[in-house]
């Protein structure tokens, strides 16, 4: 279990300003401990900024702890040993996700069911059962608790094993005519939340909520999509991840199934049962990682690859040559490492540094921008 004093240091570098998934580990692993990455942060950002950064408020932090041990839920950071493998492999795993029910469910082969909100009957009723199919065979079934498809893979799989994952935070109802299934599952399955108790979801916090729905998920079925639906991002997110991407097949006459269909033409693996989904992800390999049982993510000899790279260029020259290759417009990390010759470590570095000085713009994609105020 870990010490409130770790609790507290990791729940307050999350929560600063201009910190991030990306950039909680790359301060972890530069500083080894959340306490010391908090130290570092002034003196990083003031290396580019034109103000001081903003730490989290201490108040505001032990309040949040407080808050979710009333609730009786409990934090999970990354870095835990009960943090999932397949989460951990995204590019930007969520640092801390709060928790409500049955932990032990993470460890179970995973499939992620998601489609329309706007559903069918028709398509609730096969989402239902083949939920149900799935958790008789052991599997547990994670979804966004949204209305239609989401609500009916939840209700088929809520007496064995369903994981819901929530935009808001873990106190927040939504839909609200969901109240009692999200109730329901907090006591018998598990709920997930990235946000903070009391925050209402937002537009932009769904996309950062389909990312956990396809990290978690060896796989992701798709029933009725609307193109350009959330349900699209969800299985996008899956193929960057490396997971398989099902898709039911539907009538070209129900604007419903389009997004389903041209995911199928684009590759995705037409389902239309339980077995055709076991066969997809029966031999995916998803068993416990060791670095995942580290109390923290720890690289002590980060620093030192650092300095031992690009001896020709000094640092404040890097700086000044990353920064000249940033203009407004959006370009890949990719391409700054491209141009600038800069060692990946020593260019996440300055990278960070900008950032945390709220000097550059993250875009979708693993896009950046400089902002110059």
């Known amino acids: 279990m870990d010490s409130d004093r770790n609790i507290f240091d990791r729940l307050q570098l999350i929560r600063s300003e201009n910190i991030g998934p990306v950039s909680y580990i790359q301060l972890i692993r530069k500083f080894g401990t959340a306490a010391d990455a908090i130290k570092a942060i002034p003196d990083l950002a003031a290396r580019r900024g034109k103000r001081s950064a903003k730490i989290a408020n201490a108040h505001v932090i032990h309040q949040e702890i407080e808050t979710v041990r009333k609730l009786g839920a409990n934090f999970l950071f990354l870095g835990d040993p009960d943090y999932p493998r397949l989460l951990r492999e995204l ?16 460890k179970k082969p995973t499939v992620a069911i998601v489609g329309a909100r706007n559903s069918s009957a028709a398509a609730c009723r096969y989402a239902r059962d083949l939920a149900n199919g799935l958790v008789e065979r052991g599997i547990s079934i994670v979804s966004g608790l949204a209305r239609g498809i989401d609500t009916a893979a939840h209700q088929g799989a809520l007496e064995k094993a369903t994981i819901a994952v929530i935009a808001g935070g873990i106190d927040v109802h939504y839909p609200p005519e969901n109240e009692k299934l999200q109730e329901r599952i907090a006591a018998r399955g598990l709920l997930l939340a990235e946000q903070p108790p009391g925050i209402e979801p937002r537009a932009r916090h769904f996309p950062f909520r389909n990312r956990i729905i396809a990290g978690l998920a060896r796989g992701t079925v798709v029933v009725e999509a609307a193109p350009k639906s959330g349900s699209l991002i969800t299985a996008r997110l899956t193929a960057e991840a490396g997971r398989h991407v099902m898709a039911v097949p539907g009538s070209p006459l129900d604007p419903r199934s389009l997004g389903c269909n041209s995911l199928i033409r684009e590759g995705a693996t037409l389902v239309q049962s339980v077995v055709d989904v076991i066969e997809m992800i029966e031999h995916f390999d998803d068993r416990a990682d060791p670095i995942n049982s580290k109390p923290e993510i720890s690289e002590h000899d980060f620093g030192a690859k650092e300095t031992s790279v690009n001896q020709t260029t000094g ?59």
């Open 91 to 106: 590019s930007n795993p969520p640092p801390v996700l709060i928790w409500r029910g049955h932990l032990e469910l993470l």
């Open 315 to 373: 640092y404040e020259e890097s700086r000044s040559l990353v920064w000249s290759l940033l203009s407004s417009t959006p370009v890949m990390v990719d391409e700054i490492a491209r141009q600038s010759f800069i060692a990946p470590e020593r260019l996440q570095l300055l990278l960070l540094e900008f950032e945390l000085a709220g000097r550059i713009i993250k875009h979708a994609g693993g896009k950046i921008s400089r902002l110059d105020n």
